[in-house]
């Protein structure tokens, strides 16, 4: 048998050797990468419909009466051609009438006698891929010629704006915060279960074991816990966060929201970031947790 061999047989008898103990370091482990899954999911879903929000705003041009096909479409591709405008969706006067009509389904009488020739102006809806520049792109589509008034809630734009970097910045430091503590959590676990076997480490040491030799065994035993509970606590999120999605859209009709993302577009986010931690704590948390047992 190779020393290699022996070593990765040893971490492996490790795991069995100590049974109770590797359950609940991986019980921890497996409970602190579930709450860091929920919160990735949680942030995803948040920014998803802050994003929402935000490609939703947008401005009205308004189109001069006197304007004819050739200028209408002239005018639409100007306006495309500005640099951070997403769409630029054309609405004749008939469409503008109809979108009044349905705003005011329940109350027809107020359209009562009115010209929508006159009353209800052909416009652009002008919807932003970036919002950051709707003051800029605001001023451009003034300036094309056959808009007579831009309609533009800036208030609104601002406030969406403002929210949406609060949010990412109040998710980004709880994330922050929320990955350093179960890294903490995680290590200080290993730390203990190190802790438990330094009579073994000083009897390798007293016989003259190298330092690497004495390591391994606890870095394997380390590694393969935290894969193992990377893989378990994967499987757990993925089969919960696919039962729930089922459930998602109703509830989020009723209370308004926009919807949440497929968990074919999160699953890969979470799968990294486990594999990560699963493989800090082999690597790094057992090589340092042992670090004080060994020789200087």
Sequence with gaps: MTTRTYLIKEGYDNL????????????????????????????????????????????QAFIDDTATDDE???????????????????????MAYEDAKEAFKDQEYFLEGLDKVDIFPASFVVTFSNIDQ???????????DGIYKVKY???????VISVSKIVNIFLLGV??????????????TIKLAVYSNKREIFIMRYI?????FIRTPFVIEGT????VSAIISFIVISIAYVLIYARIPKVGSSLGV????????????????????????????????IKKYLKA
């Design 16 to 59: 069995k050797k100590h049974g109770s103990k590797t359950f609940s370091t991986m019980l921890i482990i497996c409970a602190t990468m579930l709450v860091l899954g929920i919160f990735i999911i949680l942030f995803q879903n948040v920014n998803k419909n802050v994003e929402t929000v935000r490609l939703e705003q947008g401005l």
């Design 224 to 227: 393969i816990m935290g894969l």
């Design 175 to 188: 994330g922050a915060v929320l990955l350093i503590v179960s890294i903490f959590i995680i290590s200080n």
């Design 153 to 159: 809630n800036e208030t609104t734009i601002q406030a």
């Design 134 to 144: 709707s003051s800029t792109i605001k001023t451009a589509v003034e300036k094309v």
């Design 258 to 289: 926009f919807g949440f993302l497929p968990y074919s577009t999160l699953w890969y986010q979470i799968l990294i970031v486990y594999v990560f931690l699963g493989l800090f704590i082999g690597i790094f948390g057992s090589a340092i947790s």
């Design 208 to 212: 003259g074991a190298t330092n690497k």
């Design 72 to 94: 209408i479409e002239y005018m639409q591709d100007e306006i495309k051609q500005i640099e951070g405008v997403k769409e630029v969706k054309y609405i004749d006067k008939d």
